[in-house]
């Protein structure tokens, strides 16, 4: 059974540094794209960042392009989300997930097929 388990999340102050780690489990992750997405309190959930099965290509919303970079290690099987420059406006909680192979949009929530249950960043201000 597939599975995807998020660690790295905590408290931080604004200006400061997180990084979240997703270790992948159970299935073949080589060929797929891993995403990270956000859900803040009363808010949809929202894509963050995108890295393809390769991991050359990433792609980023504007709200955390420049200050996020994700990066997966496939010997481990492994995504992070390096987390600069911090803000209260980033407070969420922080899931990864599988993209199927069936769909092409990579924002889009309904394009990812398995999810983690999430770790919690909380940015003080």
């Known amino acids: 059974q597939v599975q995807l388990v998020e660690s790295g999340g905590g408290l931080v102050q604004a200006g400061g540094s997180l990084r979240l780690s997703c270790i992948a489990s159970?299935?073949?992750?080589?060929?797929?794209?891993l995403g990270w997405f956000r859900q803040a309190p009363g808010k949809e959930r929202e894509f963050a960042a995108y890295?393809?099965?390769?991991?050359?290509?990433?792609y980023y919303a504007d709200s955390v392009k420049g200050r996020f970079t994700i990066s997966r290690d496939g010997a481990k099987n492994t995504i992070y989300l390096q987390m600069n420059s911090l803000k209260p406006e980033d407070t969420a909680v922080y899931y990864c997930a599988r993209k199927s192979l069936f769909y092409a949009n990579y924002y889009n929530r309904g394009s990812y097929d398995y999810w983690g249950q999430g770790t919690q960043v909380t940015v003080s201000s």
């Open positions: 890295i393809n099965w390769s991991g050359g290509d990433t």
């Open positions: 159970g299935g073949t992750f080589s060929e797929y794209g």
